[in-house]
């Protein structure tokens, strides 16, 4: 019965040391300055705006959670607070602001990107209004 004990702790230490670091491959938390971040929110925000049917562009007014993956690539997962613009969609303007009356709305995007394919997509793209 000893001789189960010296084996069963360290492979209990070891569960729980990888327990407590996370699953490789799991999401992790991301910085939203770097630039692979930002090109897939961007892209995420296109999306968004391409998929809506709202006449005015939306735009980021408050990023509050930002992780990414390792998945045969990296996904990027965003939960963001989204808010409508006064710019019109198919316009020129580059800068926008937020309409005075518009409501913040929740959105979570993920994006999958595989740079060595030249491929980034949209897998989700939920929001509530």
């Not at 968004?48 to 939306?58: G, I, R, T």
């Not at 607070?81 to 602001?97: D, F, N, P, V």
């Not at 005075?100 to 060595?116: H, I, L, N």
């Given at each position: 019965?000893?001789?189960?004990?010296?084996?069963?702790?360290?492979?209990?230490?070891?569960?729980?040391?990888?327990?407590?670091?996370?699953?490789?491959?799991?999401?992790?938390?991301?910085?939203?300055?770097?630039?692979?971040?930002?090109?897939?929110?961007?892209?995420?925000?296109?999306?968004?705006?391409?998929?809506?049917?709202?006449?005015?562009?939306?735009q980021?007014?408050?990023v509050?959670?930002v992780?990414?993956?390792?998945?045969?690539?990296?996904?990027?997962?965003?939960?963001?607070?989204?808010?409508?613009?006064?710019?019109?969609?198919?316009?020129?303007?580059?800068?926008?602001?937020?309409?005075e009356?518009?409501?913040?709305?929740?959105?979570?995007?993920?994006?999958?990107?595989?740079?060595?394919?030249?491929?980034?997509?949209?897998?989700?793209?939920?929001?509530?209004?």
């Amino acid at each position: 019965m000893a001789a189960c004990w010296k084996i069963m702790v360290p492979l209990l230490a070891a569960f729980l040391a990888v327990a407590s670091a996370g699953l490789a491959g799991g999401p992790m938390d991301a910085d939203i300055n770097e630039k692979g971040v930002k090109d897939a929110l961007q892209f995420a925000v296109v999306q968004h705006n391409k998929a809506s049917n709202d006449l005015f562009v939306s735009q980021v007014h408050k990023v509050m959670k930002v992780q990414k993956q390792v998945v045969a690539g990296l996904k990027y997962i965003f939960t963001v607070q989204m808010a409508r613009t006064s710019c019109r969609k198919g316009g020129a303007e580059k800068l926008c602001s937020v309409q005075e009356d518009a409501v913040p709305y929740e959105c979570t995007f993920e994006v999958w990107s595989r740079p060595w394919l030249s491929d980034i997509q949209v897998v989700r793209n939920t929001c509530n209004k």
